[in-house]
């Protein structure tokens, strides 16, 4: 197969026409014109009749003619030979053997595909080879410079904190295609799409295409890269996952697979250390699930997307659940492990991803009817609270995982409502806690969190409990508390009092206080209303 553009480790034939030894010979391409991007991957110079036996493909050879033979026959089988072997130009320097090339030489190289140069003045050929060899070397020298730049940002990326999937995308940016890593035996591990590839080239549905291709030739197509993740072992352990890059929106070259196996290099090492096929199969969900939230992808795409990653929800509809959680960037393996073995005995189809960057485990769980959805939200948060614990990372005085569950409904509605889970996840870090909550009756607290940069809002609560938080702050008891507790107890004084452990003339006596301060009326149901919005608020504020 023949690639146009960059040369697969050599120079083009036009190229080495150019170069000043070669052009002092006054070059003529006589056949094979269309041809001149083939690549010379080396220069040999011979006059015996049995040459092509003595080359191995891609050559440039240079020739006064000697061995073409007199007879037609002979000319033309020389040819031929040359041709089969896949040299990549044929030069003949006209002169004592030959004043002008036989057309029978010039229609065998037509016929053949093969470029046919002449030369009208004689040219040194150890010149000829020592500068293509030269620029051959400077042109490897180059490929080896971009790959390792490849291969340093990479690094960089993994010193800096980020992952396997940072690599990824540094890799598909420089091919120009997306880039895929597959355990040894072709499951997905995790997609890279690139930021300059054909545009409309979603990484899953490239996937999608490539994996059918591969079911029925029993091998990927024609310019796919395959590189193997050394897994350190022998046998069938000797390889732990494998970089794939498919010739989706452009050719790729040499320095594409070069680039490839030093980031597979480095990807073993990760993988060795940290485990993280599966984390990597989860962030992968996660990237997708994030992409079906922000609408990058389509309802009418999601669903053969998702059946890539696995999941095959029936007919039902489909919930939309977030936990938004504080982890290291460490711990997110074990957590993504105990997660999909708790939510596997639940028996209900689950596409489970994770997010370390904002925090977050998104999830799609098939239901066979919408009644269905509380039920099923409490087994979720259940078996997503019982995976955090299980991984070891539930600690003292730090806030316990928020499961937020939004409406349930088809494709078409899916992506709303993981979006709005995400954001009431975050919105309600610090509420009382509770198994789940529904991001439909949090939305006020979600308006609040929305706004939380508005100077309005920090106004608002300034003037609603500012007085309060000046008394808190230099004098006790602190009467904010007791604020809060009454109204969450919706003015019921005995309830407030039992729960806070005071008598009920100490209550009467703080809240009296508090009337005081704020210059307003307790009992005034739009009082109350205000107090309550800046209480909540005052968590979202800066």
Not at 111 to 121: E, I, Y
Not at 159 to 176: C, E, H, S
Not at 282 to 289: K, P, S, T, V
């Amino acid at each position: 197969m023949e690639t146009q553009g960059e040369p697969q480790g050599g120079i083009t034939v036009r190229r080495a026409l150019e170069l000043p030894v070669l052009r002092s010979g006054l070059p003529e391409v006589v056949a094979g014109a269309d041809r001149l991007h083939r690549t010379v991957r080396w220069v040999h110079a011979g006059e015996v009749p049995n040459i092509a036996s003595l080359l191995k493909g891609g050559e440039l050879l240079l020739t006064t003619g000697m061995g073409l033979g007199t007879r037609p026959a002979e000319q033309r089988a020389f040819v031929r030979r040359l041709a089969d072997r896949g040299i990549s130009a044929l030069v003949v320097e006209l002169g004592p053997r030959f004043s002008r090339l036989p057309s029978t030489v010039v229609d065998t190289a037509r016929a053949a595909g093969l470029p046919l140069v002449q030369l009208r003045r004689e040219v040194p050929f150890v010149s000829v080879t020592e500068e293509i060899h030269t620029e051959i070397v400077n042109g490897h020298y180059a490929l080896l410079r971009r790959a390792e730049e490849v291969h340093r940002r990479c690094t960089e990326v993994l010193l800096g904190g980020g992952g396997v999937p940072q690599v990824l995308r540094i890799l598909a940016d420089f091919a120009a295609n997306p880039v895929f890593l597959e355990t040894a035996d072709g499951e997905l591990l995790y997609a890279a799409g690139s930021g300059s590839g054909r545009a409309g080239a979603d990484p899953l549905q490239v996937w999608e295409g490539l994996r059918g291709a591969r079911e029925v030739r029993a091998s990927p197509p024609a310019g796919t890269v395959l590189v193997d993740v050394p897994g350190g072992g022998r046998g069938v352990a000797a390889v732990r996952a494998r970089l794939v890059l498919p010739a989706v929106g452009s050719p790729l070259l040499t320095v594409h697979r070069m680039a490839a196996e030093r980031a597979a290099g480095l990807l073993a090492v990760v993988l060795m250390q940290a485990r993280q096929e599966e984390e990597l199969a989860a962030r992968g969900r996660g990237d997708f699930l994030t992409d079906l939230a922000e609408g990058r992808i389509t309802a009418a795409d999601a669903p053969a997307q998702a059946k890539v990653l696995g999941f095959r929800p029936g007919t039902g509809p489909l919930l939309p659940i977030v936990m938004r959680l504080s982890l290291s960037s460490g711990t997110w393996a074990p957590l993504a492990h105990t997660l999909l073995e708790e939510l596997s005995a639940m028996g209900s189809p689950v596409l489970l991803g994770v997010r370390p960057v904002e925090g977050r485990v998104p999830l799609l769980v098939g239901l066979r009817s919408e009644a269905e959805r509380p039920a099923v939200a409490d087994r979720v948060a259940a078996a997503l609270r019982a995976g955090v614990e299980r991984a070891g990372l539930e600690r003292a005085g730090a806030h316990p995982p928020v499961v937020v569950a939004g409406r349930a409904g088809g494709w078409a509605a899916v992506s709303a409502g993981l979006r709005h889970a995400a954001e009431t996840a975050t919105a309600a870090q610090g509420l009382t806690d509770r198994p789940w909550y529904d991001a439909h009756r949090l939305d006020t607290e979600l308006l609040l969190w929305r706004l939380r940069e508005d100077p309005d809002l920090a106004a608002f609560v300034e003037r609603a409990i500012g007085p309060l938080r000046e008394h808190d702050a230099a004098s006790r008891p602190a009467l904010l508390p007791t604020l809060e507790t009454y109204l969450a107890h919706a003015g019921r004084k005995a309830e407030t009092a039992r729960e806070l452990h005071l008598n009920r003339q100490t209550l009467y006596n703080r809240l009296a206080r508090i009337a005081d301060l704020l210059g307003t009326d307790l009992d005034d149901p739009q009082t109350v209303l205000a107090l309550s919005l800046a209480l909540r608020a005052r968590r979202h504020l800066p």
